[in-house]
């Protein structure tokens, strides 16, 4: 598999995102200074939520259409305003959650983070095969609940404004490995050509035996 089929729908949805914010400003807009840039990252947080309205204006526009087309009013709402509030990202991760539950998941054995890091431990004394067929059904199931939410969506543009606040063109390799060690998935000093490397050779990160365990799989789309 090459390095292009690899990267997933989120990094996507960055470049094209970044690339249509760079050609609809003005050079007066996109101009900054390092003082502009504190603001900016101030503004994105600050009032317990994370402000999209100023420099994530075309993405937030195009998530808010394709939700409301998909029918997710409740993930609709919360971009309502252009703000993701703690208190709404709290509610949605509840909801996922609660939507596996009525899976017949025990909520005991889920584990989530803020942007949607998810991992969901099998059932004790299951045989590995029995793990294995878990895991994929685990899988979808995980799927049709974040998808039926509208959490992708609202993980994705969170995600993005907290990496990088100003969205100013910031190579979007270095956006998804800022998230790499955020998750610990990879060292504080994996670089740009580490990550070319390991995409080439399908090691690292890109290694299909590590992507087999489902926390790890998920904490690696919430970053692609």
Known sequence: MNRQTRRSRFTKTMIAAIAASCILCSASAC????????????????????????HYSTEL????????QNGNDFA????????????ELAELNHRVVQCLSDLG?????ISMGELGEMSVHPPSG??????????ASMNQDIQACTERNGAN????LAS???????????????????????????GASYSVDDYERDSRNGTGPFDETRRADAGLRHKLESCE
Not at 76 to 87: C, F, M, V, Y
Not at 126 to 135: C, R
Not at 168 to 179: A, F, H, M
């Open 160 to 186: 993005a404004a907290q990496l990088n606040p100003s969205n100013d063109g910031k190579d979007t390799r270095q956006t998804i490995i800022d998230c790499y060690i955020k998750q610990g998935i990879v």
């Open 126 to 135: 299951v045989t590995h095969e029995e793990s294995a067929s878990w895991g």
């Open 76 to 87: 609709t709402n919360i971009l309502k305003d252009g703000i993701i509030a703690d208190s």
């Open 105 to 109: 998941y025990s909520k005991d054995s």
């Open 31 to 54: 101009a900054s200074s390092a003082h502009g840039d504190a603001v900016a990252r101030t503004r994105s947080q600050t009032g317990g939520g994370i402000d999209l309205n100023t």
């Open 153 to 156: 969506a609202i993980w994705q």
């Open 61 to 68: 526009k195009q998530a808010r259409e394709q939700l409301s």
